[in-house]
Each structure stands twice: as C-alpha cells, then as structure tokens.
T-cell receptor
C-alpha cells in the first residue's frame, strides 16, 4: 500500500513570494490533515479535511494561508505572501475510521523563506 | 485543550543501552500515538496505543490512561534509533486533531 505522498520535498523562496504544496493521501483515507512543524517543536495542525469539506481550520492564518481538497482526494496548501516565520516543515497526514483514526504522515516539505 | 509533556527533552546513550521515554497528558484520552522522526524529517508510526502494552521488536510501549501517562521503551539501542520521538493525543476527547508533545531527542553513539 502506497503511503502519503508530498511534493516538493524542499522549497526556498524570498519573503512576499507565494508557494504551494501538494499532498496525496493514502488511498481510501477520507480525512486529510496539514501540519506545520517549526524547528525544535512538535507538529501543529493547520487544517483538517473530511472528504472535500473543512472540519477544523482554527489555527490556519487565513490572511495568507489557504488550502483546498476539491475532489476529496489530493490537497494543496498555499502561502501568499510568505513571511520569514513561515519557514518550517509542512506535513500532510491522512487517516480513516477503519484504522481507528491512526494518522499516517508523508515525508514533508521543508520550506525556507529568505 | 489537552496539554502534552514529554521527558527527558534530550537523551544521549551508547549503543546497546536501554532507554525509557515518558509522555504525560493532562486529560483522558482515547487515542495515543508514538512517532519517530528520523533525521530526514519523516514521521514514522511506532505505536497506536490508547491503553495497555504493545511490543514491536526492540520497542515496546505502555499507556496507563487512568494515570495519564505513556512510556516508550527502547532496548539494545542502535545508532539508527537516533532522532526525535513524539507522542500525540487528541486535542479533546473524541476529536481526531492531534496535539504533539515537544519531543525527546535521542542520540545513540557508536
């Protein structure tokens, strides 16, 4: 069974530029999460989707971050415009009730904002 | 929301040693996961253990939900065990959103 796929793996941009990350969850997983992990900290949830609907986006900085999961499968997370403090690893995870909501993570995208 | 504390923050051991990592949480949980984050940043699932004890090779985990803690045991450590170990629990009872501890950084020296 293929795991969670993410791309790109690394991205370096200048502040005020925009960037997008892509995630493809494990096949059949209805729930998809985006986490932000700042160096030295644990991951923090940005947004949770159930199929193509948003369940929780309370910690998403909506003035600059947006995410979509239009067909209920893969998802994109966008930052526009980026700030220095957005430098982090962006992790995507997915889960299904059939696995008792155990979350499985992709390899992450490491973003550096200069 | 729930608070998660991990200890120790850092642990340095020689190859072959045993270690115990602790995760304390502030409220009842029905879900707890242990992860290993390798040097490339990948979060690898170790255990899904809301209660009881599980073993997988040299690793085992015990969660005592009534006392709000979980322990991860690593025996006969290898250099490949190095990395950061995280525990994570649901933000509130019944939720899927996970709250992570700050992690324990384990370094195994040859």
């Amino acid at each position: 069974e293929a795991g969670v796929a993410q791309s790109p793996r690394y991205k370096i941009i200048e502040k005020r530029q925009s960037v997008a990350f892509w995630c493809n969850p494990i096949s059949g997983h209805a729930t998809l999460y985006w986490y932000q992990q700042i160096l030295g900290q644990g991951p923090k949830l940005l947004i949770q989707f159930q199929n193509n609907g948003v369940v929780d986006d309370s910690q998403l900085p909506k003035d600059r971050f947006s995410a979509e999961r239009l067909k209920g499968v893969d998802s994109t997370l966008k930052i526009q415009p980026a700030k220095l403090e957005d430098s982090a690893v962006y992790l995507c995870a997915s889960t299904t009730v059939l696995s008792y909501n155990e979350q499985f993570f992709g390899p992450g995208t490491r973003l550096t904002v200069l | 929301g729930i608070q998660v504390e991990q200890s120790p923050p850092d642990l340095i051991l020689q190859e072959g040693a045993n270690s115990t990592l602790r995760c304390n949480f502030s409220d009842s949980v029905n879900n707890l996961q242990w992860f290993h984050q390798n040097p490339w940043g990948q979060l690898i699932n170790l255990f899904y253990i809301p209660s009881g004890t599980k073993q997988n090779g040299r690793l085992s985990a015990t969660t005592v939900a009534t006392e709000r803690y979980s322990l991860l045991y690593i025996s006969s450590s290898q250099t490949t065990d190095s990395g950061v170990y995280f525990c994570a629990v649901p933000y509130i009872q019944g939720a899927q959103k996970l709250v992570f501890g700050q992690g324990t950084r384990l370094t195994i020296n040859p």
